[in-house]
């Protein structure tokens, strides 16, 4: 039989990957040698990964967005032909990048699609020395998802993070910065950015004027100049969740390969929901078709 390896999260979300762990196991044993890894903290899942890839033909995470950024980033450190196909089990509050992979509801037929699916390239962003798979961003409110109290979160889930961004309106500030990218050069004052690959962003799925494709080597690109009023920036929080222009023209969009951002202060990232540091300068380039992640039907 094949190999495979587990690694999962029980504290990702609401608990619910814990509950049903025996169920979950026995799906993937069906068709699979399964060896089991719960992850014991920060990094547990990046450096197993990374260690002990070449013993398994495929590698499936159970957890958060987190988990499989982790995952990902383990494999990232080597070369194309050492890294496994990717299963993904979501279990955290918001489960983003699963919104682009067809997944089944419920456990069991997600454990059955990570063990059976179709194993498909993805790209993979690379911001300075690290890596994400479908986000990277800057600016209002990209801090709340790993400062919200993981109790809160497993409460109300993406409620929580609603409420949370609605205490940071009064604090807003615009960074100035050098947008360099392959349409050209802009520079301007912004209170918000985006750079990702998928069809969702903290729990908001909408509805993009161009198809999102996971493997063409483009990212999609959101920039937000400074609203000076609350009717500026109801129109703003209005383009970003239903992905369309604003009227006042302070949402720009386009799509790109590379990026590189630069700041006159160090300016905080998150990459796919977790801290990602505060550079002043940001080189961000697709790297496409990095790795294979299972898809659903």
């Known amino acids: ?18 509950s049903r762990l025996a169920a979950v196991l026995e799906e993937l044993a069906r068709d699979w040698d399964v060896t089991v890894h719960p992850t014991r903290g920060a990094g547990d899942a990046a450096e197993l990964a990374a260690r002990r890839a070449g013993e398994f033909d495929r590698i499936v995470c159970g957890g958060g967005d987190g988990t499989l950024h982790e995952v990902v980033n383990g494999l990232m450190a080597l070369p194309p032909e050492a890294r496994p196909e990717v299963g993904y089990i979501p279990a955290g509050t918001t489960n983003d990048f699963s919104r682009n992979l067809s997944l089944p509801r419920g456990m069991e037929a997600m454990a059955r699609t990570a063990a059976a699916g179709v194993p498909r390239p993805v790209d993979i962003g690379r911001f300075n020395g690290e890596h994400f798979i479908y986000v990277a961003a800057f600016g209002a409110f990209t801090d709340v998802s790993y400062n919200t109290p993981q109790p809160v979160k497993n409460l109300l889930g993406r409620t929580a993070y609603m409420l949370e961004s609605v205490t940071r309106i009064a604090s807003i500030q615009s960074y100035p ?22 069809v969702s962003v903290g729990g908001f799925k909408g509805t993009p004027a161009q198809p999102v494709a996971l493997d063409d080597g483009i990212f999609e690109v959101v920039l937000v100049r400074q609203p000076e009023n609350p009717i500026q920036l109801q129109a703003v929080i209005r383009a970003l969740l239903t992905m369309s222009p604003d009227e006042g023209g302070l949402v720009t969009s386009y799509r790109t390969s590379r990026l590189k951002i630069t700041c006159e202060q160090e300016l905080p990232w998150t990459l796919d929901g977790e801290f990602g540091g505060a550079p002043k300068t940001a080189e961000i380039l697709n790297c496409q078709k990095a790795v294979s992640i299972v898809y659903g039907k």
């Open 1 to 18: 039989m094949k190999k495979l390896l587990f690694i999962y999260n029980t504290h990702a979300g609401k608990g619910l990957l814990k």
């Open 177 to 198: 910065l050098t947008v360099e990218h392959d349409g050209g050069v802009e520079a301007g004052g912004y209170c918000y950015g985006m750079v990702s690959n998928t």
